[in-house]
Nanobody, 121 residues
Framework: QVQLVESGGGLVQAGGSLRLSCAAS????????LAWPRQAPGKQRELVAA???????NYADSVKDRFTISRDNAKNTVYLQMNSLKPDDTAVYYC???????????????WGQGTQVTVSS
């Protein structure tokens, strides 16, 4: 079994900051890409930020210069530091990992349960 558990969501005023964490546990051989997609009410899910195993990052234009994604490969954990939050950032934030469970298996995509981020104006 593999579990991705997000934490760090909550309610914050516009201009504030939050730090999301996502820890992967269970039978994991290696983790490739990690990402934070989000979904706001009535909107399609969008990719906020992603990071490769080597540390290459990619951000949605709407969060560039405000959000920072990072990872700790030793802890199988990915983080999302969110600064200068705006009401438009309100959404459920998910953790997504591309990982393989054994040396002989291929990579599969795993998802966390999501954590709510609400930014008040």
């Amino acid at each position: 079994q593999v579990q991705l558990v997000e934490s760090g969501g909550g309610l914050v005023q516009a201009g504030g900051s939050l730090r999301l964490s996502c820890a992967a546990s269970g039978s994991i051989f290696s983790i490739n890409d990690l990402a934070w997609p989000r979904q706001a009410p009535g909107k399609q899910r969008e990719l906020v930020a992603a990071i490769t195993r080597g540390g290459t990052t990619n951000y949605a234009d709407s969060v560039k210069d405000r959000f920072t994604i990072s990872r700790d490969n030793a802890k199988n954990t990915v983080y999302l530091q969110m600064n200068s939050l705006k009401p438009d950032d309100t959404a459920v934030y998910y953790c997504n990992a591309d990982l393989r469970r054994a040396v002989w298996s291929g990579y599969s995509s795993y998802w966390g349960q999501g954590t709510q981020v609400t930014v008040s104006s």
